[in-house]
């Protein structure tokens, strides 16, 4: 499956220089399992990156060289890491409702990543956890949120060019890590009418499926 500009191997923070290039992602989304990363197995990727970086360095202070970077990230950051990923990547199943300058992904379970660009190529908002920028980067559509705390989160969407499959790559890193964990999950379109079952949400009594 070819997807547009593989995101997954673009710098997590290059900057922005593509223009726009808005596509239709609207629709209902659910993951594909076999095709998306598993999040252990991206987090041993990090660790051996750790590893590598810590022998540089000790071979380094062996020559008497100096090396530039803070101190490494211990077990306990990673695994701190890890369960920020894990719960920023749980929902398995997307909404994308999407308008000329104003476009929402609804997340099982999670928060809404929304979007109001005005005809800006980048919209900036501030609140009380911290700054958003979101935006079109070329086709891919990406959100980067900066919480006050540091912790960093990045997600970046893209569209398969036969348009029934999306790539939700998501970068979350913390001011003790500086080695960004990144996850790559793929996304199939669905009709959410052919379940068998028809849910809506209620202010009372939450979400609430009856069968057909």
């Known amino acids: 499956m070819a997807l547009i500009s593989a995101c997954s191997n673009d710098p997590v923070k290059e900057e922005i220089t593509r223009r726009a290039s808005p596509v239709d992602m609207s629709g209902h989304w659910e993951m594909d399992y076999a095709k998306s990363d598993n999040l252990q197995d991206q987090l041993n990727s990090v660790a051996r990156q750790i590893r590598r970086e810590a022998a540089r360095r000790e071979q380094l202070a062996k020559e008497g060289r100096g090396f530039p970077g803070g101190p490494l990230p211990a077990r306990r950051d990673l695994i701190t890491l890890a369960r920020l990923a894990e719960i920023i990547t749980e929902p398995t199943l997307l909404e994308v409702i999407q308008a000329a300058e104003r476009i929402r992904v609804k997340r099982e379970n999670s928060f809404a990543l929304v979007c109001e660009t005005d005809g800006a190529a980048i919209s900036i908002t501030m609140d009380l956890l911290g700054e958003q920028r979101c935006g079109w980067d070329g086709a891919q559509l990406f959100f980067m949120l900066t919480l006050q705390e540091g912790l960093e989160v990045t997600h970046r969407l893209s569209q398969s060019n036969e348009g029934d499959a999306l790539l939700l790559v998501t970068s979350v890193e913390t001011p003790d890590t500086k080695f960004p964990l990144v996850v790559s999950q793929y996304f199939k379109r669905y009709d959410p009418e052919s379940l068998g079952y028809q849910c ?13």
Do not use: A, H, S, W
């Open 200 to 212: 809506e949400r209620t202010l009372t009594r939450g979400r609430i499926c009856t069968t057909r």
